[in-house]
């Protein structure tokens, strides 16, 4: 990293952290290199590539620039949010237990109790209300989602960090709802931080990828040998595509949070709404450290309705403005009903989701427009009650 990016703010940061311009061709952007191998100048001797799935120029820009946004020395870009996930997990060994708290992303639920738990690693889940007495019986990874998918819950990384590490765990967490932007968990205490940047970190709807990053040396030595070994890597355009829409996530994310904020007051004065789920709510269990360790309160909202499952999934389907579709932290406005979509793999666990439960995208259109389309399908809602 330069050294006058070293001490320059988030925004410039998020434009120039991949490194600038080309030093052979000047190319502003860095070139989308499609080759999946490298000249070599002697047997064993190479220019920093050889093979793209160990690295590519496209993929070592990237890595680069997001770990430079995350306040970290070592980053790692993977094909898929959960496939960092994976590779995370990968860390620990048969026998060693995993902590996950109520209320993860169903994809990360199913990827450790469907897939490592198989393999011999101890999955149990927590509502971290005593973390404590959990933590006693031995840990060797703590798995944290803040604000968590899709009920919004936030975690006190710093508090939750100090505890864990008295009892020799590693801190997990996952950044996607907040990024960089609003939250930077390393400085908080974790020791590893993953994202899906299929979500705001691309922002575009547009591509699939996930990000690991640490300050550990002997983590990173660890998560680069099974990024390469594994094989679970993005490709030179998926990078491109990923950092392209890093350069704008500051602007993004303002809005995002801003329209949000209009979202949630329509809700709240709704009389279709039974709950809001959302930061920003003086009555939110984790308002005050929101407050203290997040810049904004994110650009997702969930809301329970009054009528249970079937008006919340009629609900989903009466929007214009709002997309009925999976993901989120695109430029456009997204809902779903998780129950049903995102987290179907939780159906008859501990990580079960409300019925009646739906979460939005909020993305970048007019506020205006997003406040009308939602009163339009919450007041169609609120016949159905009549």
């Given at each position: 990293m330069s050294d006058w990016l070293e001490t320059a703010g988030f925004e410039t940061r998020a434009v120039h952290g991949g490194g600038g311009a080309d030093p052979r061709t000047g190319a502003v952007n860095t070139p989308v290199y499609l080759s999946s191998t490298f000249e070599q100048d002697a047997v064993?001797?190479?220019?920093?590539?050889?093979?793209?799935?160990?690295?590519?120029?496209?993929?070592?820009?990237?890595?680069?620039?997001?770990?430079?946004?995350?306040?970290?020395?070592?980053?790692?870009?993977?094909?898929?949010?959960?496939?960092?996930?994976?590779?995370?997990?990968?860390?620990?060994?048969?026998?060693?237990?995993?902590?996950?708290?109520?209320?993860?992303?169903?994809?990360?639920?199913?990827?450790?109790?469907?897939?490592?738990?198989?393999?011999?690693?101890?999955?149990?889940?927590?509502?971290?209300?005593?973390?404590?007495?959990?933590?006693?019986?031995?840990?060797?990874?703590?798995?944290?989602?803040?604000?968590?998918?899709?009920l919004l819950q936030v975690v006190d990384i710093a508090a939750v960090a100090a505890l864990a590490h008295r009892h020799d765990a590693l801190v997990v967490v996952d950044n996607t709802f907040a990024t960089p932007w609003i939250q930077r968990p390393l400085e908080l205490g974790a020791d590893i931080v993953v994202h899906s940047t299929t979500k705001y970190l691309g922002g575009h709807s547009d591509v699939v990828g996930g990000f690991a990053a640490t300050n550990d040396p002997d983590t990173a030595e660890r998560l680069a040998y099974l990024q390469n070994a594994a094989g679970a890597v993005p490709g030179p355009f998926d990078c491109f595509?990923?950092?392209?829409?890093?350069?704008?996530?500051?602007?993004?994310?303002?809005?995002?949070?801003?329209?949000?904020?209009?979202?949630?007051?329509?809700?709240?004065?709704?009389?279709?709404v039974d709950r809001v789920f959302h930061p920003s709510l003086p009555d939110h269990p984790g308002h005050a450290v929101a407050q203290r360790q997040m810049r904004a309160f994110g650009g997702i909202v969930s809301f329970t309705v009054h009528g249970g499952e079937d008006v919340a999934v009629a609900l989903c389907a009466r929007t214009r403005v709002f997309t009925l579709a999976e993901s989120l932290g695109a430029v456009e406005s997204l809902i779903e009903h998780p129950g049903r979509m995102t987290h179907a793999s939780t159906t008859g666990t501990e990580n079960e989701v409300p019925g009646d439960l739906i979460r939005l995208s909020v993305g970048l259109e007019s506020a205006s427009d997003l406040a009308a389309d939602l009163a339009g399908a919450l007041d169609a809602a609120a016949a159905l009650n009549a």
């Open positions: 064993g001797q190479h220019r920093g590539f050889e093979y793209a799935r160990s690295s590519n120029p496209s993929r070592a820009s990237l890595e680069a620039h997001l770990a430079v946004l995350e306040g970290a020395c070592h980053g790692f870009a993977f094909a898929s949010g959960l496939a960092a996930e994976d590779a995370v997990m990968r860390l620990l060994r048969p026998g060693d237990r995993l902590i996950m708290q109520t209320d993860s992303y169903g994809g990360t639920y199913r990827l450790a109790t469907g897939i490592h738990r198989g393999a011999g690693l101890v999955v149990d889940v927590s509502d971290f209300s005593d973390l404590d007495a959990t933590l006693k019986a031995g840990a060797q990874m703590l798995w944290v989602e803040t604000p968590t998918n899709p595509l990923v950092q392209r829409g890093v350069k704008t996530l500051p602007i993004r994310m303002e809005r995002h949070c801003a329209n949000a904020l209009a979202v949630v007051e329509l809700l709240s004065g709704h009389p279709a």
